[in-house]
């Protein structure tokens, strides 16, 4: 399970950053798969729970459009991202975009059965503007 905040370095001319020990921990293998989250941030899976995610995007009828938006949503920018014995990974550039990953640092934050990695300016304002409603 994947939980905590982490502030990792972002090697923009390289598109790459280390994931967190307790995130690679997680993972089997060095393979993750990322995709296009919600919220302008970019959602990693370890591969197994990536496959048990999608079946149930998968079970929604493709004659339907919110499936078809969902699918095309999450499916068009994945990519599976080795990463190597220090945890570096490159990050897909069609991913660095949709999460506007641009400065030298990024956070990285737990999210249960996947982790997500944010524009960190981007993350501290979501948290500012949706605290209130998660404890409604």
């Known amino acids: 399970m994947f939980f905590g905040e982490y502030q990792v370095r972002f090697q923009k001319e ?17 393979e993750v798969v990322l995709s296009c989250g919600f919220d302008d941030c970019i959602f990693g899976y ?15 009828s493709v ?8 699918r095309r949503h999450l499916f068009s920018g994945a990519a599976i991202v080795n990463y190597d014995t220090q945890g570096r990974a490159v990050i ?4 660095v975009d ?14 249960g059965d996947h982790f997500e990695i944010w524009n960190s300016r981007e993350w501290q304002k979501y ?10």
């Open 63 to 70: 004659t339907e459009k919110r499936s078809r938006q969902v």
């Open 98 to 111: 949709y999460a506007s990953l641009a400065d030298d640092q990024v956070t990285i934050i737990g999210a």
């Open 46 to 60: 370890e591969k197994g729970e990536w496959q048990r995610f999608t079946q149930k995007e998968l079970s929604g």
């Open 127 to 136: 948290l500012n503007e949706n605290k209130k409603e998660v404890w409604e």
């Open 14 to 30: 390289k598109n790459r950053l280390a994931l967190p020990a307790k995130i690679r921990n997680q993972i089997k293998g060095e």
């Open 92 to 95: 897909p550039q069609n991913l």
